[in-house]
């Protein structure tokens, strides 16, 4: 790439926003807010190693600040960048109960998963923040949490940032995925990924450590995705066991990631919000799909802000194949769906 195509990932969000000529400036600000914060939280990450190292107490560090954890250092990020600037009325947090108020004066809201996988940084694995913008349906006044519980379908914006070997935001306006990778050097995300369309399907995510708890279906299908049946595909597995980055992998390499329910957690783990609709629409952005196993994630209308739903999502033939199956084993050709 010649140095005059280095893009930042400011310069598209004006690209895009000129596409919209009666366009305030708002949602290209929210973005931006995104960014930065998504900066912040990248650098505590990347230090979060050296909390033993460089003598920080885990409690308070050599400065005398504060050394948070990671999880709720990154959900105060996010609140602290986004509550006062105007562009949104409200926040929902996967790490709070309940919807966060801002600016009454905001036309967005805001969802986010701040840190998904935190478990996991102390192995060092890679985690990730999951963002998603709806335009507020209440008229005005302080935001109300059915301004939050929209379905995916209706969604401005949603994206991620992957804190792995390089720190990387991923977003779609629902005009295609883009995908942009940080230069510490410069502290500017630089476009690395125009136009994210998924290849075909080299992997499989999914946790078989509960194989005996899934439905007949699901058990068919993963054997069927391991090479059981004459039309089965030729799959490796891989699984990180962070939705983002097990996510990431598919999108850019071709995959299927699924979280199923089970008979002890019949809707799954993953929450609706602030994880399967942000990431479907994305999936579904770059020629994907996402569904319950029943029907499109998008299209659900949710009831309640921290809802769990099932999830197939990726290649659109897999995980058409993973409704195919459990249309056939476990429902008996009854549509009645759980979620
Ligand atoms: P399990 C991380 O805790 C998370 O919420 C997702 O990021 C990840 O996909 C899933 O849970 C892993 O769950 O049960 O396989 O450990």
Request: proline share 4%.
């Amino acid at each position: 790439m010649r140095p005059n195509d280095l893009i930042t990932i400011e310069q598209h969000f004006l690209e895009m926003q000129r596409q919209y000529p009666q366009a305030t400036g708002d949602f290209t600000n929210l973005l931006y807010d995104i960014a930065l914060a998504a900066k912040v939280i990248a650098r505590e990450v990347n230090r979060a190693g050296l909390v033993d190292i460089l003598g920080l107490t885990g409690q308070e560090n050599v400065q005398g600040e504060q050394v948070q954890k990671l999880d709720v250092f990154a959900n105060e990020a996010m609140i602290r960048m986004n509550e006062f600037t105007g562009r949104v009325c409200g926040m929902a947090s996967e790490e709070e109960e309940d919807i966060i108020g801002a600016d009454d004066r905001g036309k967005y809201v805001l969802i986010f998963d701040p840190l998904d996988g935190s478990s996991n940084i102390d192995y060092d694995v890679s985690i990730g923040t999951i963002f998603a913008i709806h335009k507020r349906r209440s008229h005005s006044g302080a935001c109300v949490v059915e301004d939050f519980l929209q379905p995916g379908r209706a969604l401005e914006a949603a994206g991620y940032i992957l804190y792995g070997s390089s720190t990387m935001m991923v977003y779609s306006t629902g005009r295609g995925v883009y995908g942009f990778t940080l230069d510490p050097s410069v502290g500017e995300f630089l476009l690395s990924h125009p136009n994210i369309r998924s290849p075909l399907p080299q992997y499989y995510s999914v946790n078989h450590a509960y194989l005996s708890r899934w439905s007949r279906g699901v058990q068919e299908y993963v054997g069927w995705l391991q090479g059981e049946g004459k039309d089965a595909p030729k799959l490796s597995e891989r699984y990180i066991g962070s939705m983002v980055a097990d996510f990431h992998r598919n999108l850019l390499g071709g995959g299927v990631f699924m979280y199923p329910g089970d008979t002890e957690r019949p809707l799954g783990k993953l929450r609706l919000l602030y994880e399967v609709a942000p990431l479907g629409f994305l999936a579904e952005q770059a020629g994907g799909y996402a569904s319950t196993g029943l029907r499109n994630v998008l299209d659900i209308q949710p009831t309640y802000l921290h809802q769990r739903v099932p999830v197939f999502i990726g290649d659109r033939s897999l995980v058409i194949k993973a409704e195919q199956f459990i249309q056939q084993h476990d429902t008996g050709g009854s549509d009645d769906d759980p979620c």
